[in-house]
């Protein structure tokens, strides 16, 4: 249990004093009787890659749930750079700049890749009804640039091929890469990606991996990741929390979560 | 063969965001504008305009309007005829208020005031979903009909209950709306108004508001969190939805009616339009002119095909034949595609563009 209360910036080798981007303290969420999270705290380092794991059923998603306000914990507080809060509308995270992918694709299914990554940029679109209406002048020039910044996306993440296609009609594989542009559309300070490799081979995990350190590396986002992929997480987090029935049971560099007995546990079971 | 986007090429976002990207395209929209604008009301007699082509447009118009609430932003509505009818009485209130201010502005101011009650019965919508949300638009629906019989103020204590259209001249004179209208002025106003507002449809749905739309139809959860209020999303949804059902009831009572009553406004008429909605194609504004073409046009020239070909078969006979074949048709076309006619259009198209090479 030492791992838990290790001061947090012990072991982060990007910054002297890294700037904590998200905290949270305390949090316990249950929906009746169902405890999903019981008082977990953790906090999220400015440029980090910070990956929470556990066994299905952990919270993870419902964590991922209260970052982004679908959820209201009834204890604890988040601090989200600078401004705490209890409970707040998704409308508000996506304002504050955090964004998220789904563990289920969510796409926009009857709407084009092109389209559906031109949503992400819905809240950097302010031109009025009007203006729309005429889809002229301030309207037409705002979606060209929007459009601009859109393509830069595309072209980075490799999905020239199928801007035009209805993303129903795209492979598992491409559908999480389109919905990867679409959070990153968002130009997000926080990104949460919700099992971004669920259901992929060998070679897509790889891709994926590799858009996810590019992200961190080229736009400086600060990444929260859930994968179940033990060797991914491994490879790209910076830092793990690990929760287990909605408990915080260990938190660190990949090294001390993989060697620590809480977690075994958690993972393997214990003999009765 | 002939229809293809070889050699085209686009240089900016603004030529590459067009609607008809492609030349064949612009060439055959052009067609059909030279045809309504010119051949049909130097060719067309009064029978064709008055009954096959305004009846046309003003259900097109109305089509678009539930298929902005429907197809793009996934609020089932069953109400469309009592927002019609919002906008038909409203109008009739104005011009009758306003005698002097030209019938047209009439006709679209009209439509705020439907986009008002729109609006106010969109505000279910908030909390529930689906067939429910339909069901809460049933409301509105009997509610609005009550009103238009139960408040005689609205149509300004007739002894008949009905709304008769006045006469109302335009510029220079011409007889607008009235029993004097020219059925080609009635024609070429509607047409325009229609056209127009199909064109701002089409702005809205592509930019901003009409993507946050269709975010909340395929996805609310994540819509939302891309940062979109569903309260704006959906309120303005309902209240352009009810603004274009609103010109419609209004131009259907002042340009093609002449007079109406509450009849006229009925759910069977919510119903019509969501069939033209759903055989034409939910989320497609082409597939409304298709939907309303199929459920207007087709009886009509199925009715006219006996005495065309000679044939003597008596009225009652033609119009259980009409029935059936509509029927079957439907039924036909919701098989083969059930996205409807815009689909198989759409589709046509794309087999068009590799003809006869398909796999070149």
Same mark, same amino acid.
């Given at each position: 249990m030492n791992m838990a209360v290790k001061p947090a910036d012990a072991n982060d080798g990007r910054a002297n004093a890294p700037e904590v981007m998200l905290d949270i303290s305390n949090i316990s969420l249950s929906f009746g009787g169902v405890h999903?999270?019981?008082d977990v705290s953790f906090n999220i380092h400015k440029g980090e890659i910070r990956a929470i794991i556990g066994p299905n059923g952990a919270g993870k998603t419902s964590m991922l749930n209260v970052i982004n306000g679908f959820y209201h914990p009834q204890v604890g507080e988040i601090t989200f750079k600078g401004n705490t809060r209890t409970q707040m509308r998704p409308y508000v995270a996506a304002t504050q700049g955090i964004a998220r992918t789904f563990q289920n694709v969510a796409l926009f299914h009857g709407m084009s890749t092109l389209d559906n990554i031109m949503s992400g940029r819905t809240l950097k679109m302010h031109k009025n009804f009007f203006w729309q209406m005429l889809r002229y002048g301030p309207a037409m020039q705002e979606e060209v640039e929007h459009r601009e910044r859109v393509e830069e996306i595309i072209d980075f993440l490799e999905i020239q091929h199928i801007r035009r296609t209805p993303v129903g009609r795209l492979p598992y594989g491409l559908q999480k890469r389109v919905e990867l542009a679409r959070a990153l559309a968002m130009e997000p300070e926080l990104l949460l990606l919700d099992e971004p490799m669920a259901g992929m081979n060998l070679e897509e995990k790889e891709d994926m991996s590799r858009f996810i350190l590019d992200v961190n590396d080229q736009f400086g986002t600060t990444i929260a990741l859930i994968e179940h992929d033990m060797g991914v997480v491994m490879d790209l987090s910076t830092r793990v929390v690990v929760l287990d029935h909605g408990e915080k049971i260990a938190d660190g560099t990949p090294a001390e979560v993989s060697s620590d007995q809480n977690v075994i546990d958690a993972y393997l079971g214990v003999a009765h | 063969m002939f229809y293809r986007e070889v050699g085209?090429?686009? %240089?900016n976002y603004t030529a590459d965001s067009?609607?008809?990207?492609?030349l064949q395209d612009k060439l055959g929209i052009i067609a059909m504008l030279v045809i309504a604008y010119l051949i049909i009301p130097l060719a067309g007699n009064d029978f064709f305009i008055t009954t096959v082509m305004i009846p046309f447009l003003v259900f097109t118009l109305a089509t678009i309007g539930l298929n902005i609430l429907v +197809?793009? %932003?996934g609020q089932l509505s069953l109400g469309t005829g009592a927002f019609m009818g919002v906008g038909a009485y409203s109008c009739y209130k104005l011009t009758t208020i306003f005698p002097d201010v030209n019938i047209i502005i009439m006709v679209l101011l009209s439509g705020f005031f439907a986009a008002a009650i729109g609006i106010l019965f969109g505000l279910p919508s908030l909390r529930i979903k689906g067939f429910y949300l339909a069901v809460t638009t049933l409301a509105a629906q009997f509610f609005l009909e009550w009103a238009f019989i139960r408040i005689p103020w609205l149509y300004n204590y007739n002894a008949s209950g009905a709304i008769e259209v006045p006469q109302r001249d335009g510029f220079g004179g011409v007889v607008l709306a009235g029993a004097a209208a020219e059925p080609v002025t009635r024609y070429l106003v509607v047409l325009s108004i229609v056209l127009a507002m199909t064109w701002v449809a089409s702005n809205i749905i592509r930019g901003r508001i009409g993507r946050s739309w269709m975010m909340i139809r395929d996805m609310d959860i994540a819509a939302e969190l891309m940062g979109v209020r569903p309260l704006y999303a959906k309120l303005s949804a309902f209240a352009v939805s009810s603004f274009y059902c609103g010109v419609a009831g209004a131009m259907g009572v002042f340009?093609?009616? +002449?007079a109406a009553e509450v009849e006229s406004f009925d759910i069977n008429h919510s119903f019509l339009f969501l069939f033209m909605a759903i055989i034409g194609g939910l989320g497609s504004l082409i597939g409304c002119y298709m939907g309303a073409a199929f459920i207007w046009i087709l009886p009509i020239i199925i009715r006219a095909l006996p005495g065309a070909l000679g044939l003597d078969i008596n009225a009652a006979t033609v119009e259980h034949i009409n029935f059936m074949m509509i029927g079957g048709m439907i039924i036909f076309f919701l098989i083969v595609e059930p996205h409807g006619l815009a689909r198989l259009w759409q589709i046509a198209k794309e087999k068009l563009r590799t003809w006869p090479f398909p796999y070149s």
């Open positions: 999903a999270i019981k | 085209q090429f686009k %240089t067009q609607v008809f990207p492609i +197809g793009y %932003t340009f093609w009616l +002449g």
